[in-house]
């Protein structure tokens, strides 16, 4: 069974810091795209940024660009999120999601098929 | 505020219909990009519900189906039971802002 762990949340302060980890197991980590989702408290989903599984490109949305930093270790299983400049609004649940393609579909008609269980950043 | 449009709430009796629509424009429902629904029932994480023109991941009962037109897809839900009672979020492609997008979110209260 595929299965993502996150871990490395905590608490901040602005201008500081974290580094996220999620790793997988239970499918061929290096077959897969990651992604990192966030849900700020009370609020709706995300996306923030995916990784192809090569590691070779990468995607941020535009309020994380330059600050958060996707990358992925396929001899570890694991996918990291670097996040610097930490600012209040990225206090959030981050979670770790694998991105399926479509059979017969392009990589932008992805979705998300396993999630972990998130890791909690608070930034104050 | 979402690319996506979807009613922060719908409500319904046991046993009735609902549906939960998604909202978009030119640049991704429309364009011709996948949607995809998840289900987050609350305290827990977010698991995909449907994907594609309507497939569900094991578990998902068929009392559950989805529909596109245009710009905007829905989620129908016959047969309403006590536990689909959760939030559900729609996600596309937008290939004008070259994100991955979701909807806001649509909180389904079974009365």
């Known amino acids: 069974e595929a299965q993502l762990l996150e871990s490395g949340g905590n608490l901040v302060q602005p201008g500081g810091s974290l580094r996220l980890s999620c790793a997988a197991s239970?499918?061929?980590?290096?077959?897969?795209?990651m992604s990192w989702v966030r849900q700020a408290p009370g609020k709706g989903l995300e996306w923030v940024s995916t990784?192809?599984?090569?590691?070779?490109?990468?995607y941020y949305a535009e309020s994380v660009k330059g600050r958060l930093t996707i990358s992925r270790d396929n001899s570890k299983n694991t996918v990291f999120l670097l996040m610097n400049s930490l600012r209040a609004e990225d206090t959030a649940v981050y979670y770790c999601?694998?991105?399926?393609?479509?059979?017969?579909?392009?990589?932008?008609?992805?979705?998300?098929?396993?999630w972990g269980k998130g890791t909690t950043v608070t930034v104050s | 505020q979402s690319v996506l449009t979807q009613p922060p709430s719908v409500s319904g009796a046991p046993g009735q219909r609902v549906t939960i629509s998604c909202t978009g424009n030119s640049s991704n429902i429309g364009a011709g990009f996948d949607v995809h629904w998840y289900q987050q029932v609350l305290g827990t994480a977010p698991r995909l519900f449907i994907y594609g023109s309507d497939n569900r991941p094991s578990g998902v009962p068929d009392r559950f189906s989805v529909s596109k037109s245009g710009t905007s897809a829905s989620l129908a839900i016959t047969g309403l039971q006590a536990e689909d009672e959760a939030d559900y979020y729609c996600?596309?492609?937008?290939?004008?802002?070259?994100?991955?997008?979701f909807g806001g979110g649509t909180k389904l209260t079974v009365l």
């Open positions: 239970g499918f061929t980590f290096d077959r897969y795209a």
């Open positions: 999601a694998r991105a399926k393609v479509p059979t017969s579909r392009s990589w932008f008609h992805h979705y998300m098929d396993v």
């Open positions: 996600q596309s492609y937008d290939s004008s802002l070259s994100d991955w997008i």
């Open positions: 990784i192809s599984g090569s590691g070779g490109s990468t």
